[in-house]
């Protein structure tokens, strides 16, 4: 069955027989319809992507241009005005030729200054242009705009809402965008250049968010644009092949599930699993939390509560190319060193499987290592880091309701693992140690002077800067 479709002044000459499925060859050009239901070509089209060979390709411009108009304030009836008041935000709606795009955005008032601008895409259930759909998963809004938020990471918030016809970010070829994808990072930008007496936003900490369906489009509208957004924070997401990894700008991802989660920890866990150890081995810094022992799609109630992963993504920035040294040096923010491939050891034994002697190294609150046995003066739990570092240290003993925390302790640092020094103790109120190292170290131990009572090892973080 042979076919002809025309594109603007252009001539493509299409084939569709036995094609449908065939290998493709590296001279050959290929032409597809996409999830978004318009006609792309590539060399290497997605796997499950109807294709076609294509005979003769001309100058074509194949590359779809947006006619996006400018942001327009939305008028908010009485229900939506009351959570946008709420919150100190504002509505707009941005047109794509006759497709609505709409968000809402928050401003700190704060015109002497550049901040930085997390970018948010919810469920599926929360797009449209019914905005008060946004407030159904409010977390991220309760967590990013409270006060003491704003007072340790003053930022702006977008929080994107797609047409509710549109069901999925995916049918990209890696190293284009598809026209969801695309529209998104567009609404991004005109975001990011409003005028008024409110803050500017800094480009150069552009971060991304989403859960389910959002966090599916947040890391794929990144991984479409390299080098636009300094760190992406997918929740509970089904995520792209490693084809779709940039090698010159791999990219800083933290991706967060749930263990008992059918989709993100079923068989696509696979891929994220894939794409951190492609992601870290071309320089980039890739992530993965679970939440052990939780069921259910909603991780994210629980990963925007996360300190730790929120001061991970406000260390990230893209590179300051054009700057001078000493400007570099003095916005230079410290950095959180990865810990996934260090190795964790106790000489007293987990007490379960959830709680083992890796939990401290994953960023998250809710997880700890529970000993199952109280710590004699010669036991230690202790972890080995595949390169030695210097930088600022902080343990986290306790669990979430602030009990068995280790009030006489110490941690000792070493090099050779034959030679020890004390690196610092633990607060008898917090049940916390924070110290520096100036020399580096790369193995870690945590000592307990507190005889029988019971402890929980919450979390470690390094801090280079």
């Given at each position: 069955m042979n076919g002809i479709l025309s594109v603007g002044c252009g001539l493509l000459v299409l084939i569709a027989s036995a094609a449908f499925g065939q290998e493709v060859t590296d001279d050959e050009w290929y032409v597809f319809k996409g999830a978004d239901g318009r006609v792309h070509k590539a060399k290497r089209p997605g796997k499950d992507a109807v294709c076609f060979p294509l005979f003769f390709v001309d100058d074509t411009n194949w590359e779809e241009k947006d006619a996006a108009s400018e942001l327009k304030p939305v008028k908010a009836k009485a229900a939506l005005a009351?959570?946008?008041?709420?919150?100190?935000?504002?509505?707009?709606?941005?047109?794509?030729?006759?497709?609505?795009?709409?968000?809402?955005?928050?401003?700190?008032?704060?015109?002497?200054?550049?901040?930085?601008?997390?970018?948010?895409?919810?469920?599926?259930?929360?797009?449209?242009?019914?905005?008060?759909?946004?407030?159904?998963?409010?977390?991220?809004?309760?967590?990013?705009?409270?006060?003491?938020?704003?007072?340790?990471?003053?930022?702006?918030?977008?929080?994107?809402?797609?047409?509710?016809?549109?069901?999925?970010?995916?049918?990209?070829?890696?190293?284009?965008?598809?026209?969801?994808?695309?529209?998104?990072?567009?609404?991004?930008?005109?975001?990011?250049?409003?005028?008024?007496?409110?803050?500017?936003?800094?480009?150069?900490?552009?971060?991304?968010?989403?859960?389910?369906?959002?966090?599916?489009?947040?890391?794929?509208?990144?991984?479409?644009?390299?080098?636009?957004?300094?760190?992406?924070?997918?929740?509970?997401?089904?995520?792209?092949?490693?084809?779709?990894?940039?090698?010159?700008?791999?990219?800083?991802?933290?991706?967060?599930?749930?263990?008992?989660?059918?989709?993100?920890?079923?068989?696509?866990?696979?891929?994220?699993?894939?794409?951190?150890?492609?992601?870290?081995?071309?320089?980039?810094?890739?992530?993965?939390?679970?939440?052990?022992?939780?069921?259910?799609?909603?991780?994210?109630?629980?990963?925007?509560?996360?300190?730790?992963?929120?001061?991970?993504?406000?260390?990230?920035?893209?590179?300051?190319?054009?700057?001078?040294?000493?400007?570099?040096?003095?916005?230079?923010?410290?950095?959180?060193?990865?810990?996934g491939d260090a190795v964790c050891s106790s000489t007293v034994s987990a007490a379960d499987e959830v709680h083992d002697e890796k939990r401290p190294l994953d960023g998250l609150a809710r997880t700890y290592f529970e000993p199952s046995a109280a710590f004699a003066r010669d036991d230690w739990w202790q972890v080995e880091l595949k390169e030695p570092v210097a930088g600022r240290v902080l343990i986290v003993t306790g669990d979430a309701s602030g009990k068995r925390l280790l009030k006489s302790g110490y941690v000792e640092l070493s090099g050779n693992g034959r030679t020890w020094r004390r690196g610092g103790g633990f607060s008898k109120d917090s049940g916390r140690s924070e110290f520096w190292s100036q020399s580096q170290f790369r193995l870690l131990r945590v000592r307990s002077n507190q005889g029988r009572n019971p402890f929980v090892i919450r979390q470690l973080q390094i801090f280079r800067k």
């Open positions: 009351g959570e946008l008041d709420r919150y100190g935000m504002r509505a707009f709606a941005c047109d794509f030729d006759g497709e609505t795009w709409f968000c809402l955005m928050y401003s700190p008032k704060d015109s002497s200054r550049q901040l930085p601008m997390i970018v948010h895409i919810p469920g599926i259930g929360e797009i449209g242009d019914d905005l008060k759909k946004q407030f159904n998963q409010r977390r991220i809004f309760d967590i990013v705009l409270a006060p003491e938020f704003q007072k340790r990471h003053p930022c702006h918030l977008l929080a994107l809402s797609p047409p509710a016809s549109l069901d999925s970010f995916c049918g990209s070829v890696a190293g284009t965008a598809n026209r969801p994808q695309r529209r998104a990072n567009i609404l991004v930008h005109k975001a990011a250049e409003l005028k008024g007496d409110c803050a500017a936003v800094d480009t150069n900490r552009l971060y991304i968010t989403g859960f389910s369906f959002g966090g599916d489009g947040a890391i794929r509208v990144a991984m479409a644009y390299p080098g636009v957004y300094a760190a992406v924070l997918p929740v509970a997401a089904v995520v792209p092949p490693v084809d779709f990894v940039s090698e010159n700008h791999p990219g800083n991802y933290w991706y967060v599930c749930n263990d008992g989660d059918g989709v993100a920890k079923g068989d696509a866990f696979e891929a994220v699993q894939e794409l951190k150890e492609c992601v870290n081995r071309l320089g980039g810094d890739f992530r993965v939390s679970v939440y052990p022992s939780t069921k259910g799609h909603d991780a994210w109630n629980s990963a925007w509560g996360e300190d730790a992963i929120w001061e991970w993504v406000f260390s990230k920035r893209l590179d300051t190319a054009g700057k001078s040294r000493k400007a570099v040096v003095a916005e230079r923010t410290e950095e959180s060193v990865p810990l």
